[in-house]
């Protein structure tokens, strides 16, 4: 048998503790070996957590690569941080798992790549809604043509993270880096509609051009973080999208994606429990001429979950998913499905919408 995949994980922050059950799930194939994170005391809590031995721990990313037993990391850090931890992971030889957005600028993500395919080693960007089984299947469904020629797809992310209220559940310490347009490479489109951004072209494809208007100047929001966001995008086959993106409307929380063809629809509905983690992980449902077969076309009742039956997916929780096959991906070789060239056209999009947004004009996102 081969020997499971070690990781070190760097920065033991929030979305840390979603990567952990991924390793949690086959210690045969892979598992966490090392931790590192400029905060001394966080290492050692998630350390403890992830029954991690004390000698594993580390402040120092560039030591931890060097000194530790280990063959890939994971990068959980702040934005503006992954560029320079991504590289020099590569250049130390160790494969990468990196959290989204892959970087704040362009020529970031383009040198990250590149260091990554110079040293080759395996790159994956954590895009986890690649990994919800449903949407695997409405994919392939999808590109099967089962809902004819898509010419819509609309994606909505509302999160009250910002709004000034005493019932909200979400409220970031002031001066949260999440909230800093220099630290996060933007607002609400770079911590959250970058996942339903991917979404939509994992769903319907490339994007060409986007034009787009973002709000900026909230006080709780600096360095030109924009807290909402309008977006329309032009997909090489046609269809047209629109992102609307919030984290200041007095509005519920909502994530959803909207996906119409001239035979079909789907739609990734409201949780029944309505949290941010349950709304990354929706299953979605779809109607069809081939799904309903004899019956009449019902308006109120014709969505039906997609089956996922033929989806072989380790778990239903897809930030389990994508460890997996992130280490499928070191061990055979393979492409992963958000590899660093794939993911690259996302950030295109994110990148195309600030430069629309500032300019007032249409951005062709060949030209980034």
């Not at 892959?102 to 080759?120: N, P, Q």
Request: glycine share 8%; charged share 20%.
């Amino acid at each position: 048998m081969a020997e499971p995949l070690r990781v070190g994980l760097i920065g033991a922050g929030g979305i840390s503790r979603q990567h952990l059950p991924g390793y949690q799930q086959d210690p045969e194939r892979v598992q966490l070996a090392a931790v590192c994170d400029i905060r001394e005391e966080a290492a050692q809590e998630f350390a403890s957590e992830a029954e991690i031995d004390a000698s594993a721990i580390f402040t120092d990313a560039r030591e931890m690569c060097e000194l530790a037993d280990i063959d890939a990391v994971d990068i959980c850090t702040i934005h503006d941080t992954h560029a320079e931890l991504a590289i020099a992971a590569a250049e130390a030889g160790k494969h990468v798992l990196l959290e989204k957005p892959m970087a704040i600028s362009v020529d970031e993500c383009r040198a990250i790549v590149e260091a990554t395919e110079t040293a080759g080693v395996t790159f994956m960007v954590a895009q986890h809604l690649r990994h919800v089984p449903s949407y695997v299947a409405l994919r392939r469904r999808i590109q099967a043509g089962e809902l004819g020629r898509i010419w819509s797809a609309r994606t909505d992310t509302f999160l009250t993270a910002a709004l000034d209220d005493p019932n909200q559940p979400i409220a970031p310490r002031a001066g949260w880096w999440g909230f800093d347009g220099k630290r996060g490479g933007g607002g609400v489109v770079t911590l959250l509609s970058v996942h339903h951004l991917d979404l939509m072209r994992f769903f319907v494809g490339e994007v060409v051009r986007v034009e787009a208007r973002a709000w900026r100047g909230h006080p709780s929001f600096t360095n030109d973080a924009e807290d909402r966001a309008v977006a329309t995008l032009e997909f090489a086959n046609g269809a047209i999208g629109t992102l609307t993106a919030s984290l200041t409307s007095r509005a519920p929380w909502l994530f959803q994606t909207v996906i119409l063809g001239d035979q079909g629809a789907a739609w990734t509905p409201p949780p029944e429990e309505n949290t941010p983690l349950m709304w990354h992980r929706i299953p979605a449902v779809m109607t069809s001429v081939e799904q309903e077969g004899e019956e009449s076309f019902d308006p109120v009742t014709s969505f039906r979950p997609v089956d996922t039956s033929e989806v072989s997916l380790p778990t239903m929780n897809p930030y389990v998913n994508e460890i997996m096959h992130f280490a499928s991906c070191c061990e055979d070789g393979a492409e992963p499905v958000s590899g660093g060239r794939d993911n690259l056209e996302t950030m295109k999009i994110v990148f195309g919408i600030y430069e629309s947004a500032q300019t007032g004009r249409v951005v062709e996102l060949g030209s980034l």
